[in-house]
């Protein structure tokens, strides 16, 4: 067997060194150095033999000047040295001078200081080799007795490993340690001891247990948590016995320890699922997110909640928990919040939605008032999460509704805007669907009109106005409003009147007023005093809000302004039977709209009108003035028409998801059914929780790894040539953070290659962990050398290098084989995701790298490329299906796609099928625009797209 596959204990940072240390010196230093210079010495030998040297003539002088030694430093260097070195002779019989080092080791067992002891028991975990082990065992038995903890808590482990390996060098060991638990006071020496009748003596551990189960809570909470393991294999192997262990469970989630408590709940809702069960386990797991400190600890608890959730029996005992779980909301981190504020959002129901709702107002007026923990962004984060989250339930239970628009609308005038238009998309959702609204939204949002800061949220709350009022009274209330707003009409004129009146020498100066004064003089005559005072003018003045937009150059709140000045006339026209009144409110809209229009072309404001504004307004003027039935209709009435058959598409699509969700299946109909009644002893239940943890931890379920097995042949890339003296391939396995090169070297010639080894290095985000190891390798052998590179971020890296080694017995120089590159897959980090079209506009507008890539392909229909780069890319598409449908030239769509990291990917794809043309049915044509926070994601994203982008048959 190749030294690389032989078990691995110690781990040991080896330097680049320029020259490798002489044989004879080590042996001078080891021999005449002082302590000093034979750790170093020996240091050198450790790593010389890691590399695959073989040292000989080092041993004996090892043994005679080093190892009698009392330094603690060369102890601790000896153990490492005797771990590595072989102690067998090629024939597998142990070496003589192995008895020196056993009589050693017997000494060190029997030393009065116990670092050295303890240090001895660990390292004999180690040994392999039964003859060194068995004159060591009455020593170590009589280490279990030793005055320290640290002696008696590694003798345990000793005795564990060697009865495991060797259980003929002291078969009487679960008795042994059975007698010694019992008398044992040290926690952590009960747990280890513990620990190995559970694994060598299951019957032993149980019986213990039960003589002690009264004094579980009083343990510590080592040995708390391995009690917890024992309960669970034992009940999960035999379900019978969970009547008998389950009150201990119950005990244990009282436990001062919070990782108790946590592996407790855990254990207790496997075993159960009754309601009490259940209950008890979610309660502690509420106490754990409220009273830990931790963020990832609330963070791990509140995943395993939304876990629970999905079960429908244990989703009714979280309903009644449903205020206690509301208690998290106290925690200042944003992102605690959010994930409950999600859990409360699935959790509520008709019966406790005025309790849920009653809280999250109070949340909101919290964190209005500035009284909420946590800096300015997190409490605006937090904020808009509860609008959200508020939302959400108006929208599912409509007696709510009418107590939670008049508060939210109070946050139009908030300074974040962000929460401003959360409350505006409510608002319009809420009056949409529930028409009782109408007349208390309407009024509320008159009254916080002036009150708005931000020009997104005046525009769309024009709209809502425009399109909701309906009344006479309404409407000339929002009329006063837009004229309040807007300031003097027309708004050119006075604008020059103001400019000519500023520019003026009256302005600059303060106009003086003279002021007299009659006063007595000393020799008792009158005077006359005169003054010039100086009247101050303030320069400032406040201007009107929209007024304000439009000076700044905001046109698109204009063409908003006029669509709504239309809606409103066109109502007031149909309610109002008066001509004169009629024309009058006509020409009133007119003024203002024409008004807006010249302002935009007169060069006054800081931008001119865009064309699409202008001829905006434009429409309206027309609508006004002709007053058509049909233009009164489409202003009048198809807007809510869209608005309606948009909110009944979401409604659509959030049920088909929901339908998805819960399609799943999870036992299928040739499944076997479990009683537990007929349930043997030999059964077992389930999945063991512990062994799929860990499967998870170092590699996945098992039906990713049997997926893994199935695909790992294209993962295997050719690193060196057939014809090379090294043949080398390399298996690249991508995990979350890391990838993991297993390379195998096949040695092809009838030499011993020395000293191989595998130097990598790297481009883009990528960093070499540890360098691998070298190795010897034998003629026509094989040897299997693993590297493992960490990931920083989402871009494409290569990963490139050579393979150096000496012939045995040769003079030549170092020989080196050059590899091929291994080019690293973005494709591996990215996952699709989703995200609203408010986040998808926004982190368009923030990011600012951007890669515009032509599309050239082969495909000739429009879906088909759209599925295709879906495909070729892991991304999302956010538009829906049905605005994809239907016979067009032309396609729009949105992508989105989330790396592990944390980073957002966006893509923008507009493409045509080109008209006439020499071939009938031409390839589409067009463009990908890709929008990331960093270079490095939009260049590697399009990189992907241009190499993926022609369709292969």
Same mark, same amino acid.
């Given at each position: 067997m190749a030294l690389s596959e032989q078990p691995c204990y110690t781990l040991i940072n080896n330097p680049n060194e320029t020259e490798s240390p002489n044989e004879q010196q080590l042996k001078q230093d080891l021999e005449h150095g002082n302590n000093r210079v034979k750790a170093a010495a020996l240091k050198k030998v450790i790593q010389l033999v890691l590399n695959g040297d073989r040292l000989p003539g080092l041993l004996m002088t090892i043994i005679r000047?080093?190892?009698?030694?009392?330094?603690?430093?060369?102890?601790?260097?000896?153990?490492?040295?005797?771990?590595?070195?072989?102690?067998?002779?090629?024939?597998?019989?142990?070496?003589?001078?192995?008895?020196?080092?056993?009589?050693?080791?017997?000494?060190?067992?029997?030393?009065?200081?116990?670092?050295?002891?303890?240090?001895?028991?660990?390292?004999?975990?180690?040994?392999?080799?039964?003859?060194?082990?068995?004159?060591?065992?009455?020593?170590?038995?009589?280490?279990?007795?030793?005055?320290?903890?640290?002696?008696?808590?590694?003798?345990?482990?000793?005795?564990?490993?060697?009865?495991?390996?060797?259980?003929?060098?002291?078969?009487?060991?679960?008795?042994?340690i059975q007698g010694y638990l019992e008398g044992e006071g040290d926690a952590s020496c009960k747990r280890n001891a513990f620990m190995m009748l559970i694994h060598v003596d299951r019957e032993r551990a149980l019986e213990y247990l039960v003589s002690c189960i009264d004094q579980v809570n009083e343990f510590n909470d080592i040995l708390q948590l391995v009690i917890v393991e024992l309960v669970y294999k034992v009940c999960h192997a035999n379900p019978a016995e969970r009547s008998r262990f389950i009150r201990c469970i119950y005990h244990l989630l009282t436990s001062s320890s919070s990782a108790v408590r946590y592996e407790a709940a855990g254990t207790l809702v496997t075993l159960s699922s009754t309601p009490t069960a259940v209950k008890a386990a979610c309660q502690c797991y509420i106490d754990l997110v409220v009273k830990d400190s931790d963020n990832n600890v609330k963070l791990i608890v509140l995943d395993r909640l939304m876990a629970l959730k999905e079960v429908p029996a244990h989703e009714k005992v979280l309903q009644d928990l449903?205020?206690?779980?509301?208690?998290?909301?106290?925690?200042?981190?944003?992102?605690?919040?959010?994930?409950?504020?999600?859990?409360?959002?699935?959790?509520?129901?008709?019966?406790?939605?005025?309790?849920?709702?009653?809280?999250l107002k109070k949340e909101v007026a919290n964190?209005?008032?500035?009284?909420?923990?946590?800096?300015?962004?997190d409490l605006a984060g937090y904020r808009q999460s509860l609008v959200r989250t508020l939302h959400s339930c108006s929208i599912r239970f409509a007696n709510v509704a009418p107590a939670v628009v008049p508060l939210l609308l109070d946050f139009l005038g908030d300074s974040d805007e962000a929460t401003a238009e959360d409350v505006l998309v409510f608002v319009r959702e809420a009056i949409q669907r529930y028409p009782t609204l109408k007349a208390n939204v309407v009024a509320k949002l008159l009254e916080v009109f002036r009150e708005i800061k931000s020009?997104?949220?005046?525009?769309?709350?024009?709209?809502?106005?425009?399109?909701?009022?309906?009344?006479?009274?309404?409407?000339?209330?929002?009329?006063?409003?837009?004229?309040? !707003?807007?300031? +003097?009409? @027309?708004? /050119? =004129? &006075?604008?020059?009147? #103001?400019? !000519?009146?500023? +520019?003026? @020498?009256? /302005? =600059? &100066?303060?106009?003086? #007023?003279?002021?007299?004064?009659?006063?007595?003089?000393a020799a008792g005559t009158y005077a006359t005093q005169s003054a010039f005072t100086a009247a101050s003018v303030s320069k400032e003045e406040?201007?009107?809000?929209?007024?304000?937009?439009?000076?700044?150059?905001?046109?698109?709140?204009?063409?908003?302004?006029?669509?709504?000045?239309?809606?409103?006339?066109?109502?007031?026209?149909?309610?109002?039977?008066?001509?004169?009144?009629?024309n009058a409110f006509c020409a009133e809209a007119m003024l203002i709209i024409a008004s807006i229009l010249h302002l935009g072309r007169s060069g006054i404001p800081k931008k001119p009108i865009t064309e699409d504004d202008a001829e905006r307004l434009c429409v309206c003027l027309r609508v006004l003035s002709e007053r058509s039935s049909v233009m009164g209709a489409v202003f009048s009435e198809k807007s809510r028409e869209v608005l309606a058959s948009m909110?009944?598409?979401?409604?659509?699509?959030?049920?088909?998801?929901?339908?998805?969700?819960?399609?799943?299946?999870?036992?299928?109909?040739?499944?076997?059914?479990?009683?537990?009644?007929?349930?043997?002893?030999?059964?077992?239940?389930?999945?063991?929780?512990?062994?799929?943890?860990?499967?998870?931890?170092?590699?996945?379920?098992?039906?990713?790894?049997?997926?893994?097995?199935?695909?790992?042949?294209s993962k295997v890339i050719q690193l060196t040539g057939f014809s090379d003296p090294v043949y080398a391939e390399a298996y690249v396995n991508v995990n979350q953070y890391d990838i993991v090169l297993d390379v195998l070297v096949v040695n092809q010639t009838s030499d011993t290659l020395q000293g191989l080894g595998l130097e990598l290095a790297t481009l883009g985000d990528l960093k070499l962990v540890e360098k691998p190891a070298p190795c010897t390798v034998g003629p026509h052998d094989f040897v299997n050398i693993k590297a493992s590179i960490k990931v920083s971020s989402t871009e494409n890296g290569i990963i490139f290098g050579n393979i150096v080694y000496d012939i045995v017995g040769s003079t030549s120089d170092r020989?080196?084989?050059?590899?091929?590159?291994?080019?690293?897959?973005?494709?591996?980090?990215?996952?699709?995701?989703?995200?609203?079209?408010?986040?998808?506009?926004?982190?368009?507008?923030?990011?600012?790298?951007?890669?515009?890539?032509?599309?050239?392909?082969?495909?000739?229909?429009?879906?088909?490329?759209?599925?295709?780069?879906?495909?070729?890319?892991?991304?999302?598409?956010?538009?829906?299906?049905?605005?994809?449908?239907?016979?067009?030239?032309?396609l729009a769509a949105n992508l989105y796609a989330r790396s592990i990291f944390g980073e957002d990917a966006l893509a923008n794809l507009s493409v045509e099928k080109p008209l006439g043309g020499s071939s009938e049915n031409p390839p589409v044509q067009g463009h990908i625009r890709i929008r990331a926070k960093t270079q490095g994601m939009a260049l590697s994203l399009g990189d992907k797209i241009n190499l993926s982008q022609k369709k292969t048959s």
């Open positions: 000047f080093v190892l009698p030694s009392n330094d603690h430093q060369l102890k601790k260097l000896l153990l490492v040295f005797w771990e590595i070195w072989p102690k067998t002779s090629p024939d597998g019989k142990l070496l003589h001078e192995m008895i020196l080092v056993c009589d050693a080791y017997r000494k060190d067992l029997q030393h009065p200081n116990e670092f050295i002891r303890g240090s001895t028991l660990r390292f004999l975990c180690k040994l392999k080799e039964a003859e060194l082990l068995e004159p060591l065992m009455p020593s170590i038995r009589a280490c279990l007795e030793h005055r320290h903890a640290y002696v008696r808590r590694n003798a345990v482990l000793a005795i564990y490993t060697i009865y495991r390996n060797f259980d003929s060098l002291i078969p009487d060991a679960p008795e042994l449903l205020m206690d779980i509301l208690r998290v909301l106290s925690s200042p981190d944003l992102e605690v919040r959010k994930k409950t504020l999600a859990l409360v959002l699935d959790l509520v129901t008709s019966r406790n939605v005025e309790e849920v709702v009653l809280v964190t209005s008032n500035g009284g909420g923990e946590g800096d300015t962004g020009v997104k949220i005046h525009r769309a709350a024009l709209w809502i106005l425009g399109e909701y009022c309906t009344s006479v009274e309404d409407i000339s209330r929002v009329v006063q409003e837009i004229r309040t !707003a807007l300031g +003097e009409i @027309p708004i /050119v =004129d &006075a604008e020059l009147r #103001k400019a !000519a009146g500023e +520019e003026g @020498p009256e /302005v =600059d &100066a303060p106009s003086e #007023k003279p002021s007299s004064a009659t006063l007595v003089t406040k201007i009107p809000p929209l007024r304000g937009y439009l000076l700044e150059g905001h046109f698109f709140i204009a063409a908003a302004l006029g669509s709504c000045l239309t809606k409103l006339t066109i109502r007031y026209l149909q309610q109002v039977p008066e001509p004169q009144s009629k909110l009944a598409l979401r409604e659509q699509e959030q049920k088909k998801e929901k339908k998805s969700k819960e399609g799943v299946v999870s036992v299928h109909a040739d499944d076997i059914i479990t009683f537990l009644q007929l349930v043997g002893q030999q059964d077992e239940v389930g999945e063991n929780k512990y062994e799929v943890s860990l499967m998870a931890a170092t590699g996945g379920t098992s039906s990713q790894r049997e997926q893994e097995k199935t695909t790992q042949l020989n080196c084989v050059v590899l091929n590159n291994i080019h690293i897959d973005i494709m591996d980090y990215i996952q699709p995701s989703t995200c609203t079209d408010a986040e998808f506009r926004k982190m368009w507008a923030e990011f600012e790298w951007e890669n515009k890539i032509t599309v050239n392909t082969n495909i000739t229909e429009l879906n088909d490329y759209l599925e295709h780069l879906i495909n070729s890319t892991n991304m999302k598409c956010l538009t829906p299906k049905q605005a994809l449908t239907g016979e067009c030239g032309f």
